[in-house]
């Protein structure tokens, strides 16, 4: 059997693989939401410890926000969406957002 012969060589030059961008997804404060049901949500949802869940949680209480990861821009929307609805299911504000990373 004759080799199968390359007809067209791989190009020399490939361009630098690139990151996809990064979201930052970030817990906000209200005034209603129970701690623990903030943490229980950290856990379930980011996959949190239990004692960096309460931290977390104790941040965004003390200053109002607290950046929780990165991820990729789908990963991002996903938990965020995930984390709001599990506090509009219990009639709570509780509100995640995300941001791109500089
Ligand atoms: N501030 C809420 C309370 O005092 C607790 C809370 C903490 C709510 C963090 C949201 O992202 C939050 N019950």
Do not use: W
């Not at 906000?28 to 856990?43: I, S």
Request: proline share 9%; with cysteine; charged share 30%.
């Amino acid at each position: 059997m004759p080799q199968k012969t390359l007809v067209k060589p791989r190009t020399a030059t490939r361009s630098a693989p690139t990151r996809p961008p990064l979201y930052k997804v970030i817990l906000l404060n209200d005034d209603f939401t129970p701690r623990e049901f903030v943490v229980q949500v950290l856990k379930a949802v980011f996959r949190m410890r239990p004692e960096r869940a309460y931290a977390v949680m104790m941040t965004a209480h003390r200053r109002g926000a607290c950046v929780i990861a990165v991820y990729t821009r789908d990963v991002a929307e996903t938990k965020a969406t995930e984390g709001t609805e599990r506090g509009r299911q219990k009639g709570y504000p509780l509100q995640f957002a995300t941001e791109p990373e500089e």
